[in-house]
């Protein structure tokens, strides 16, 4: 039941991943306020230009953790392994720069707390006041309300945690899949699109994860989606994302549709990255860098933010202009900050990245 990951597979997932990175900069650069010592500001978005921000951090870059992990469970289960192979590597990849960078964030937000210059933009989660159940909650995310809506202290690395969580039960999984493949599949998709909260992980995490076994286990080939005519997924995802934009309340599923057409739209899209050598090369180079700037852009995009909203008005047609130039030139800070990170200590780039030079 294995489906071989040949050449051809494995650079179109790499000309993707960086891509999906910056999608995922995009769905956090989105304020409608920010957080200052000296209170909330609270802005009013115009409608035209939330609808721009929604289009792209709601509805295109929305595809980027979904295919995140559909792509981590596809290439798992495209090998036989074990528990303890998993385990092993995983806690190598996944579970020690997960560890190591909250760890650093907890030491930048200390120091940026101590310094009455930095304190006003680093006033919220005060790390001296930390009790016992905190600095638990810096790593798990679950148990208190200091971090909103249940995340570590590096918030995006939610998606590190259930990724090591959902490895874990990798087994257990496929053993559920195989017995009941058609009700498994119908049960995660209910409680995806639902948004029933199973504590343990996302819902959509389970489903998008399990989903790379079905395509291994009934060996379903990228050609099927190759197959798919460009112009005919791109009309059907203009359509969806028109009536997201303006009808969802009236199709409150169109969402998740949409997201599961951008995902084969995106991933048809790979087939046009490879077969341009120079795009290719220039996707592959950046691949080598989409964790670090995963990593550590949660952070400093958020210090970004708060310089910006005090040089640019963040009103009208400003607003538009805070969202792309700061998402822009963040990536690009954070990029460069990798770049020469992995040159001049590649030793600890890797420790950062789990492994991935």
Request: aromatic share 18%.
């Amino acid at each position: 039941m294995v489906l071989s990951i040949d050449e051809n597979v494995s650079k179109r997932i790499n000309s993707l991943r960086f891509l999906l990175i910056v999608f995922v900069v995009f769905i956090h650069n989105n304020p409608t306020e920010v957080n200052f010592a000296s209170g909330t500001e609270i802005y009013t978005i115009p409608v035209y230009i939330a609808k721009i921000r929604h289009l792209v951090s709601g509805i295109i870059a929305a595809v980027a953790v979904p295919l995140f992990f559909f792509i981590s469970g596809f290439l798992l289960y495209a090998k036989e392994t074990t528990f303890m192979s998993v385990l092993k590597k995983k806690s190598r990849t996944i579970l020690v720069p997960y560890i190591i960078w909250n760890i650093l964030v907890a030491l930048f937000l200390f120091v940026a707390q101590s310094f009455s210059f930095t304190k006003p933009y680093f006033a919220q989660n005060i790390i001296r006041n930390f009790g016992l159940l905190d600095w638990i909650d810096v790593f798990v995310g679950k148990f208190t309300q200091l971090r909103k809506n249940q995340y570590p202290l590096v918030y995006q690395f939610w998606f590190l945690r259930d990724l090591f969580i959902l490895n874990l039960l990798f087994l257990g999984i496929k053993k559920l899949i195989d017995r009941f493949p058609f009700g498994t599949c119908i049960l995660f998709f209910i409680l995806w699109i639902a948004g029933i909260n199973i504590y343990l992980v996302s819902t959509a995490a389970l489903f998008y994860f399990s989903l790379g076994y079905y395509v291994i286990k009934y060996q379903v080939s990228y050609k099927k989606i190759d197959a798919i005519k460009r112009d005919d997924i791109l009309l059907v995802y203009l359509i969806t994302i028109v009536i997201e934009l303006f009808l969802k309340e009236y199709v409150p599923i169109i969402h998740s549709i949409n997201i599961v057409v951008g995902s084969i739209f995106f991933l048809k899209l790979t087939y046009y990255f490879i077969r341009n050598e120079k795009i290719y090369r220039t996707l592959a180079w950046l691949e080598k860098y989409a964790f670090f700037v995963y990593a550590i852009h949660g952070i400093l995009l958020a210090v970004l933010q708060k310089l910006s909203v005090q040089i640019i008005p963040m009103h009208g047609g400003w607003i538009l202009l805070q969202y792309f130039s700061v998402t822009i030139l963040g990536i690009l800070l954070f990029l460069t900050i990798g770049i020469i990170v992995r040159k001049i200590t590649p030793k600890i780039y890797a420790l950062l990245t789990g492994g991935r030079l």
